[in-house]
């Protein structure tokens, strides 16, 4: 699902309200739980390893269902895609693009790939 506008022009303000904002117009779900990822490239791997929100791989388990990851903003080009395995064992990416939500059953294993810019990318997820 593609978000029609950007949320934030200056991340470091983004608070709860912000938030909650979000998830009453463009989430139709009872969220559970959820949590913010600020990415910055400093010269290292930043990469997340494989993983699903019940607690295999490098995750931790979060209750729910499903899980939504929301990218608010960053630079494109730059990394920061997300690979799933589908119930059928075949490996997708998603390119890393602002004002994108995507959602994925809570046991699909996944990882994001290494960010690369300056720019903080920084992603909403949550759990559902």
Do not use: C
């Amino acid at each position: 699902m593609e978000v029609d506008q950007p949320f934030f022009t200056q991340p470091g303000y983004l608070n709860q309200n912000d938030i909650d904002l979000l998830f009453d117009e463009y989430v139709e779900a009872d969220v559970i739980h959820n949590w913010l990822n600020i990415t910055t490239y400093a010269g290292t791997e930043n990469h997340f390893n494989w993983h699903n929100e019940k607690g295999i791989g490098e995750g931790k388990f979060h209750p729910g269902e499903h899980a939504g990851i929301l990218w608010i903003s960053g630079e494109t080009d730059q990394g920061g895609d997300l690979q799933y395995i589908d119930d059928g064992g075949m490996l997708h990416q998603i390119p890393f693009e602002p004002n994108q939500l995507i959602t994925i059953k809570g046991d699909t294993l996944h990882r994001v790939m290494s960010y690369y810019s300056e720019v903080p990318r920084i992603a909403l997820n949550y759990t559902f």
